[in-house]
């Protein structure tokens, strides 16, 4: 039996709040849009309209393989971080709302510079250094990311953005000291890896199996890159300049208290829309 392209939507949307999905409105809206080719503009200009049998089928194949836990954005290929459209891949995590607090956080601060030089470590999607540049037009910004993978990402959405000329995207290992070539950095900003290792297999299905573990394993206590980025990473900071750190959930006071070890003062604690202590950062200190 034929259907609309709106009752289509209302259908899935009940579909998947009776699976328990949060989201429900704004998930079956993005399925029903990518699985018909239609913008979401176009869905409620053409809501009326019948869809093709192919089109209804190609939607609930989509939404059957998210029930089964595959995440919309991998479905669909993107994803909206701080009003800018993303490109997203297997490779890379999926922006979070979380993230948008550290990337509102670092953009604060961004703003009171002046031109600068900021650094965007383990930028995955390049996410948080791409809502950076959107902000702060004075800011230089570089995505640094180990995965080559996750750098093609980096490059699609630098140009999806329109941001080549103050976006460049780097080969950057967290865990090794900066060459310095690199040059300074007046803020550096990151969501590094921070799960424990032991915790991976207990995650939520749509994480473990679809994530990449390359971008969540933070080693044994989830902390290893807290350590190296406060350790070593600090060299590429001009003096005075902050460190800026996306947190698990219990882990703000180990993040102070590594930073603090490493020459990092002013540090403050913020938490997220769930109030949960979420981004930890700090000034490195200058020596008198």
């Known amino acids: 039996m034929a259907i609309t392209y709106n009752n289509l939507y209302l259908d899935i949307r009940q579909q998947l709040r009776k699976a328990g999905i949060e989201a429900a ?3 079956a809206r993005e399925l029903v849009s990518f699985g018909t080719g239609k913008s979401r503009e176009d869905l409620a200009r053409d809501g009326g309209l019948y869809a093709s049998p192919e089109l209804e089928r190609q939607v609930r194949s989509l939404v059957d393989r998210h029930l089964a836990g595959e995440p919309v954005a991998y479905l669909i290929g993107e994803w909206e971080f701080y009003g800018l459209p993303l490109d997203i891949s297997p490779d890379v995590l999926i922006p979070r709302p979380d993230t948008e607090v550290l990337a509102g956080q670092a953009i604060e601060y ?4 002046g031109e600068c030089r900021v650094l965007d470590l383990c930028a995955g999607s390049g996410c948080i250094g791409l809502a950076v ?3 702060a037009p004075q800011a230089r910004v570089v995505l640094g990311e180990y995965s080559d993978a996750a750098l093609k990402i980096c490059r699609q959405n630098i140009r999806r953005n329109g941001l080549t000329g103050r976006v460049v995207p780097m080969q950057a290992d967290a865990r090794e000291k900066p060459e310095r070539a690199l040059g300074e950095f007046q803020c550096i900003v990151s969501n590094p890896p921070y799960i424990p290792r032991a915790d991976i297999e207990t995650l939520d299905a749509s994480v473990r199996d679809y994530e990449p573990h390359l971008a969540l394993d933070g080693g044994e206590d989830g902390l290893d ?3 190296t980025i406060s350790g070593k990473w600090k060299e590429a900071l001009a003096p005075g300049g902050r460190l800026y750190f996306e947190v698990g959930i219990g882990q703000a006071d180990s993040v102070l208290r590594i ?6 003062g002013d540090i ?3 938490k997220d829309l769930h109030d949960i ?3 930890v950062f700090g000034t490195l200190c200058t020596e008198i």
């Open 268 to 270: 403050q604690i913020v």
């Open 133 to 135: 540049a959107s902000q």
């Open 110 to 113: 961004i703003q009171t510079l």
């Open 225 to 227: 890159f807290y350590q």
């Open 25 to 27: 409105t704004l998930e």
């Open 259 to 264: 930073m603090r070890a490493q020459g990092f």
């Open 277 to 279: 202590p979420r981004v």
